[in-house]
């Protein structure tokens, strides 16, 4: 308990009711935010017939892994119903290279805003910032035109070059930031050492960076696994992304509606940013600081 | 011709000048020590001659040869800096060695030269420890290692043991004397700290608000100071400071703080001219041989006993004077206590010019 | 850090680092600068299904502002971004002082509270849409229970489809203002909340008198972030009613998208956007601005 705890706690008076009801507020809540989940859980195990029969809340009587199969390999969306396994694998391919592109890039700009300082380095460092926050409407249609010339409509690789263009702003944040604290006289003294430029990134600073690198990386690997807008914009067809299939499933309204594996879908859409909170939950956190408040 | 010869360095970021003309030579195997408060531009000058800020005019010559746009690591220079800036990723040797690999030099001759630096500096038992598991003196060491593993033709400290804690700040600072003795390095060395200064320097340059008030050896800075600022900035307690004028006679101060005691100037001056009498705190005091002519008996305010000495602070006229007395001195407060001032000792600056006339 | 010295490799060495920062620049001056005024020029022009650049002044802007439905989108995001700020907000800091009360459990809720800012908007419009289906979620399963006349529907009314909205992206978020809010109360010296025990304050009054003010900074980042999310909310709507029922939970976002791309409107869809963008910058450029000052070197 921290001395500070200690003082609060030593102002309300052991009051045994008074943590009665706090404890019991607290686990009423939790109860409120997993409830979304839970029946998302539950309904995806469930066969339809138990749907219609019934209490959304209760468990699976007869739990099955259908919804799931026919969700991953043979669910209809648009016209084509092999599941959305195709979608998945593309969000996965559009990802991964985005991640590590606007990690990389912003990484080396975070080095040079803070240790190479120039004239204008804040107009630069400020206009790249704002870019983090423009409503993407504003570049939706010229971003369609250009993908459109240069051949990159409805294709991963466009989906990858807009998500570095627009991720740069954020990564470039992190590594300023995180750089603005490391010592500048350790740029220094490797410069007296004969270290260049390159030399100095990588055996100086790099090594000091796995934090922030884990930061932006989860940062960058959650928020375009779950973008939406620019999928659903860009890359509407077989290339599109794994929202954008959730959502096609979801709003599908031919034949019989299957809840089951709607279900099943969104759980499978949700796991790798769940998998990553999961997993790295602290960093997570950090990430979203950062990214609300600023310098 | 010296071996570093500074001349008329300027350095200015907008309007603000940082440093504004700045002389400055010294012999190889010289210890040049860089004094001020903090802002006075000596930090700024030290990394003018390390090639990390440049200079906006002037020359920087080293042995003759013009360093002004030479990169960094051209410049034969190695540098120990107030955080020590030890690399956290790698191990101590590694940080040693770091130089070494950069100027290309093959790894067994490195080893080796890090095994010969690490003896001279008793480290050789930390060579596998990281940064982050060593104590504030041991960094220290690690630093200095990394500077002399290079054998460079200049050394630069920056303020190098103001992250130490007193005791430690003692012995790492008779570890550089003993360096410098041992190995005949030319040194700059930066630093706020009037005692280390006194210890270290072979030359002390005085500087404040970007320019230099005095140059000299220790002693003619502390015995001789140019101006109030120097002799103020200097010892510690501080030079007391009596303003007066200069009496009929020439050769007496007229105190503002105390009209009827006049005091005897160290030398004769133009009778009504506005000065200020400065004297140490050793030159007021005991005298047990009774050679010194002025005697007054001043009131004590407060007695501050240190140990090794005891300093009093006597009333005179409307000012206190801080007096230095032996150890074992007791005054008793409050009662007068007769001390001796040795006037030869004193000095005088002008009251306008604030600059040593006698 | 530079300096100046003859020779190529030198001069090489300085400009590195700004050629090393000139793509990464150049990407975002084109990419968001440059499209910005592209797409303020196509809200100037006469485009319909493609882009035309044919002067028409502020004519798109005039028809964007007869569109009873643009109104529509203006108004619910009035009550979505109201009611999404102020209770996220309010229900943030409670969650984060209750948090605050040394809980032994605080390791396990806090992830709780917190996870479903992981998920996709996409999938919370799912789940929720699902949750609140009047005929097989949650409404049917309280009528199960024998509460007949158990009514919530609102997914399916006109007049309350963006409250559900509003209750799907307030479960989103709330958590992470929650977090925000206890990082706050957290860096708070503890040396004063003693100090305030002793000149005898309950503890309601440390909340009230000491603690809320100094969270001022959390507020503050709390209010600029909901708004900027409130303001490009998209995915939530279109996975939770599509915009519907009919043109019910309308926003900005949605109009602009369906007016560019589904109703070949392009102008005004642009002009749209651009009524957006000004929205955002007049929240977030004195922010940005400010915070950048603050860091003197």
Redesign the interface.
């Known amino acids: 308990m921290s001395a500070r705890e200690m003082a609060i706690a030593t102002a309300a008076g052991p009051s045994r009711l008074n943590r009665v009801v706090i404890y019991g507020l607290l686990l009423i809540f939790a109860a409120m935010y997993l409830l979304p989940l839970f029946v998302m859980l539950t309904t995806s195990f469930k066969s339809l017939d138990e749907i219609r029969g019934g209490d959304i809340l209760a468990l699976p009587a007869d739990p099955t892994i259908q919804p799931w199969l026919r969700a991953w390999g043979s669910a209809c969306i648009g016209v084509t119903c092999d599941g959305i396994k195709g979608y998945f694998w593309n969000s996965i391919k559009m990802v991964v290279p985005a991640v590590l592109i606007s990690t990389a890039l912003g990484a080396l700009n975070g080095y040079v805003l803070t240790k190479w300082r120039f004239r204008g380095h804040k107009l630069v460092f400020g206009l790249m910032l704002f870019a983090c926050f423009i409503p993407f409407q504003s570049v939706l249609i010229p971003m369609a035109r250009v993908l459109g010339q240069l051949g990159l409509s409805n294709t991963t690789a466009g989906l990858v070059l807009v998500h570095v263009v627009y991720g740069i702003g954020f990564t470039t944040l992190f590594f300023r930031n995180y750089y603005e604290a490391f010592?500048t006289?350790?740029i220094?003294?490797?410069?007296?050492?004969?270290?260049g430029f390159f030399?100095i990134f990588r055996?100086?600073l790099l090594?000091?960076s796995a934090p922030i690198i884990v930061v932006c990386v989860i940062y960058q690997f959650t928020n375009i696994w779950n973008d939406f807008l620019f999928g659903v914009s860009f890359a509407s067809g077989e290339s599109a992304p794994m929202t954008v299939a959730l959502n096609n499933l979801v709003a599908s309204s031919t034949g019989v509606k299957e809840y089951n594996v709607d279900m099943a879908a969104a759980v499978i859409a949700a796991l790798p940013t769940l998998i990553v909170y999961v997993v790295a939950g602290r960093y997570f956190m950090r990430g979203l600081m950062a990214g609300a408040v600023k310098g | 011709m010296a071996f570093i010869e500074i001349e008329r360095l300027e350095r200015s970021i907008g309007a603000h000048n940082i440093l504004k003309g700045i002389d400055v030579s010294l012999d190889k195997g010289g210890f040049l020590v860089l004094l001020g408060p903090s802002g006075c531009g000596k930090s700024t000058l030290l990394?003018a001659i390390?090639?990390?800020?440049?200079p906006t005019a002037g020359d920087i010559r080293i042995d003759g040869d013009s360093v002004?746009?030479?990169?960094?690591?051209k410049r034969d220079?190695?540098?120990v800096?107030?955080?020590y800036?030890l690399?956290?990723?790698?191990t101590v040797g590694q940080n040693i060695g770091?130089?070494l690999e950069?100027?290309g030099i093959p790894k067994a001759q490195r080893e080796a030269d890090i095994a010969t630096v690490a003896r001279t500096l008793q480290i050789g038992h930390l060579l596998d420890r990281r940064p982050a598991q060593l104590s504030g003196g041991q960094r220290q060491r690690v630093a200095m290692a990394?500077a002399l593993v290079?054998k460079p033709r200049l050394f630069l400290f920056d303020e190098p043991l103001s992250n130490l804690d007193a005791k430690l700040r003692v012995e790492v600072r008779a570890e550089i004397k003993r360096l410098h003795q041992q190995t005949g390095a030319t040194i700059i060395y930066v630093t706020h700290d009037q005692i280390e200064a006194m210890t270290l320097a072979t030359q002390i340059v005085v500087m404040k608000e970007g320019e230099i008030q005095q140059t000299g050896t220790p002693a003619e800075i502390y015995n001789r100071p140019a101006n109030m600022f120097v002799a103020d900035f200097m010892g510690s307690p501080p030079m007391n400071m009596l303003p007066g004028q200069v009496a009929e006679d020439g050769a007496h101060l007229i105190p503002e703080a105390a009209p009827d005691t006049p005091l005897p100037l160290p030398a004769p001056l133009a009778p009504g001219r506005k000065v200020v009498l400065g004297i140490r705190p050793e030159n007021i005091g005991d005298d047990p041989t009774g050679a010194v002519p002025l005697r007054l008996d001043l009131p004590v305010e407060i007695v501050e006993p240190t140990g090794s000495d005891v300093f009093l602070w006597l009333r005179l006229g409307s000012a206190l004077l801080t007096a230095r007395l032996p150890g074992n001195a007791q005054p008793p407060v409050g009662a007068p206590y007769p001390v001796a001032f040795d006037m030869t000792r004193a000095v005088v600056f002008d009251a306008d010019s604030r600059q040593r006339i006698a | 850090?530079?300096?100046?010295?003859?020779g190529a490799l030198?001069r090489l060495?300085d400009w590195l680092p700004r050629l090393v920062l000139a793509p990464s620049f150049a990407l975002v001056l084109v990419f968001v600068y440059g499209f910005i005024v592209w797409t303020a020029v196509l809200s100037m022009s006469t485009s319909r299904i493609l882009p035309v650049y044919k002067w028409a002044g502020f004519d798109a802007y005039e028809r964007l502002f007869a569109q009873p439905n643009w109104w529509m989108a203006l108004k619910n995001l009035a009550i979505f971004g109201s009611l999404y700020i102020i209770v996220c907000i309010a229900l943030g800091l409670f969650l984060a002082i209750l948090l605050d009360q040394r809980i032994r459990i605080e390791g396990v809720l806090r992830p709780i509270y917190l996870y479903p800012m992981a998920l996709s908007f996409v999938v919370t419009g799912t789940a929720w849409k699902w949750f609140l289906n009047p005929g097989m979620g949650f409404q049917n399963t309280v009528r199960g229970w024998g509460w007949e006349s158990f009514t919530f529907d609102w997914l399916v009314r006109p007049d309350m489809a963006i409250y559900t909205v509003a209750i799907a992206g307030i479960w989103q978020a709330s958590g992470f203002v929650m977090a925000m809010f206890l990082a706050g109360l957290r860096g708070i010296d503890s040396e004063m909340l003693k100090a305030a025990t002793v000149d005898g304050a309950s503890t309601f009054t440390i909340y009230r008198r000491i603690v809320i003010p100094l969270l001022r900074p959390a507020f503050l980042s709390a209010v600029i972030v909901l708004a900027h999310m409130a303001i490009k909310s998209y995915d939530l709507v279109i996975a939770l009613t599509g915009g519907g029922p009919g043109n019910a939970t309308e926003l900005p976002s949605t109009f602009m998208y369906s007016y560019t791309f589904t109703r070949s409107q392009m102008a005004v869809g642009s002009a749209s956007a651009m009524i957006m963008l000004m929205g955002i910058a007049a929240i977030m450029v004195p922010y940005l601005y400010s915070e950048l000052r603050e860091e003197k070197r």
């Open positions: 010592p006289e350790l220094h003294s490797a410069q007296m050492d004969g270290a030399t055996r100086i090594p000091s | 990394n390390a090639g990390l800020q440049p002004v746009g030479l990169h960094p690591s220079i190695a540098m800096f107030q955080s800036a690399y956290p990723n790698m770091f130089p950069m100027a990394r290079r | 850090m530079a300096t100046t010295s003859p030198r060495q």
